[in-house]
């Protein structure tokens, strides 16, 4: 199930997550911050009335979560640290020739990497089901570093699933087949706090979760300077 709540200020979402956050219910945050303001707010009021000790809210980003799932189904393939997608990207790399102009470098591989991640959270990356895939193949109106790039991608890919790694862009799919097949053990209720526009991994997790324990989508819909000032 899934709803939606709306608050004119970002300080009365905080007074709603301090009002319904709490046992059997998990709330999604857009960034610590927002976590760091209620807790805050929770230790005042906690020494207000004199309580000797207070278990945090359950407070989390939706990446957090995600990490914190993954782990709990001891996953046969395991996440794909930095270094070691650094060093696969650097294999890449030195197996396809670069397109003339600039040798490739250190700067390359970081920024091969961080945009493989966000094309595959926006569901960019094309190819099969896996994420990690690599882009479509080249098309005659491809420029040559286009291609290129699309073909490190596929070599990316393939040093991936032979060294047995999962890619960060790989995890919400697998995490969302998790679910469907009911592996995955969920709070009785979820609050999404900010989330406006999801990329569409993120929306398709948020509505395979929908369909199997509540849902409420929390948004601030006030003066833009309210929320600035929560």
């Known amino acids: 199930m899934t709803a939606a709540r709306f608050f004119p200020s970002g300080a009365a979402l905080q007074d709603y997550l301090l009002e319904q956050s709490g046992p059997g219910t998990l709330t999604i945050v857009p960034h610590q911050r927002l976590a760091h303001q209620v807790w805050h707010r929770q230790r005042l009021a906690a020494l207000e ?62 920024a091969l990497d961080e945009a493989h991640t966000l094309l595959s959270r926006y569901s960019l990356a094309g190819g099969d089901a896996r994420p990690t895939s690599g882009d ?35 995890l919400p799919a697998y995490l969302t087949a998790a679910l469907r097949d009911g592996r995955i053990k969920l709070p009785s209720q979820v609050l999404v706090a900010g989330l406006e526009t999801p990329a569409p991994v993120e929306d398709m997790w948020l509505k395979e979760l929908g369909r199997r324990t509540r849902v409420v989508h929390l948004q601030v819909r006030g003066d833009p300077a309210n929320v600035r000032q929560a």
């Open 49 to 110: 009335a004199g309580l000797p000790a207070w278990e945090p809210l359950p407070l989390i980003t939706l990446n957090a979560w995600w990490s914190e799932l993954f782990k709990g189904l001891w996953p046969p393939s395991p996440l794909a640290p930095g270094l070691v997608r650094l060093a696969l990207w650097k294999h890449a790399l030195a197996s396809a020739p670069p397109p003339p102009g600039p040798t490739p470098e250190l700067a390359w591989v970081q």
């Open 136 to 170: 479509a193949r080249p098309t005659e109106d491809d420029s040559p570093l286009i291609t290129w790039r699309r073909r490190i991608t596929r070599i990316y890919a393939d040093l991936l699933r032979q060294g047995g790694w999962l890619s960060p862009g790989e």
